[in-house]
């Protein structure tokens, strides 16, 4: 499980049966300063979250379990809402300090 | 597993009904020695660890939704240990024990 921030929404009208209705939502990692790290990573969200809100997300086979069908063709999913996060003694920049 | 240093907390008042309740620490893959290894990831506490504790980490969902009893849960990240010392070559590499024993 990791740190992100949701950078924006993505929209695929056809896609996997087992998908349809499950947000696809753009996340950038996020390391131990709350900084960016790495690359971009679409995932599906299994809470209401939207750009701007700062998440812990799951990759791998267990992403999958987080969506409302359990089989299907998922391995990045956003399953909790991080209020506050702090990391060596500082509070990470949420998205209500912006 | 890997070994990790808890460097914070996480608060998430919504997240899947899985993770209801149970504490997340920020933790910091580090090699023996303490130097930090990559990205940090949010664990699920299953040790009593906190926040400067060099722990276990156990990253692999089947033996994660074992832990902690949910047959079809998103969980994955499991901070299973807290480590007392690392032996490396014969030599210490990580001694916590004299801090721990400190009334």
Sequence with gaps: ?98 | MFLAQVVGTVVAPVQIPVLDGRTLLLVQPVDPQGKKQGRVRVGIDHAQAGVGDRVLVMDEGNSARQMLDAKEGAVKTVVVAVVDYIERDGELAYDHRDERSTP
């Design chain 1, 1 to 98: 499980m990791h740190l992100a921030r949701v950078v924006g929404r993505l929209v695929a009208t056809q896609q996997y049966e087992g998908l349809r209705g499950v947000p696809l939502q753009l996340i950038q990692p996020l390391d131990d300063e709350g900084a960016d790290h790495g690359e971009v990573v679409v995932a599906c969200s299994a809470i209401s979250s939207g750009p701007g809100d700062f998440v812990h997300w799951i990759d791998g086979r267990e992403a999958a379990l987080a969506c409302p069908e359990t089989f299907v063709p998922v391995d990045a999913a956003i399953i909790g809402w991080v209020e506050q996060a702090w990391s060596n003694g500082r509070r990470l920049a949420m998205a209500e300090d912006a």
